[in-house]
């Protein structure tokens, strides 16, 4: 697997970046654009105020929001299988059982945003993503601090604090770039001011079931 790419950030857990290859970048926005008025509507169970949200993979336990389903190639999803598990293997995750729970798509517009929140799948142990898919080149005005813009950022915050710690993580983001991170990483996404354009991302989360007591004497 080429991860030449790849870089991490450390915030008392690890946050990977990847680019994303350009053929599973727009494979993944052709299906969505193809397909979008028959995806399933996963608004009922995500907690983003945003009225487009849409799944493309859900393997997780059938109920009455949402049923099994896959509109994805095999190689679209062993490409993301193989970055969830380069994450658990460069951070000495030994002993584990992973699954790929689901994958759905966010087109935020104008006032739009994702509060402060964590994931999960079927266990409560595993890996969250963010993908950049369309990102406007303008986000609309800062009203303030247009020296710092906020305007459509993510923001991930970390599980230590201090004066002198990094706490928290805004990146440039980038069309392109894929987020991974721990299910219990808080985090967020800000509303941008643009009437006229929509901020597109996909997330995809992975389930693992691991032997802590073995990644912890790990060398």
Known sequence: MDTSDFKFVWLGQTIFVYKVPLDIFNTLNGIYETN???????????????KKEHSLYFDGIKNDKMHKHN?????????????????????????????LNSIWINEMEKGEYNPVHIHQGTIYTGLSSVMILKLPKDMGPEYSRPDTPMNGKLQIMGSVSGQFVKSDYSPKIEE??????????????????????????????MDVAYNPVATRTAG
Request: charged share 20%; hydrophobic share 40%.
């Open 176 to 205: 392109g770039l894929f987020y991974v991170f721990p299910y219990d990483m808080r985090h967020c996404v800000y509303p941008h001011n643009n009437p006229n354009v929509i901020r597109r991302t996909l997330a995809a989360n």
């Open 36 to 50: 979008f008025v028959d995806l399933p509507n996963a608004t009922k169970q995500l907690v983003g105020k945003i």
């Open 71 to 99: 509109l994805l190639p095999p190689y679209v999803l062993k490409w993301f299988e193989s970055r969830f598990e380069h994450y658990l293997n460069f951070n000495k995750i030994y002993e584990f059982e992973a699954n």
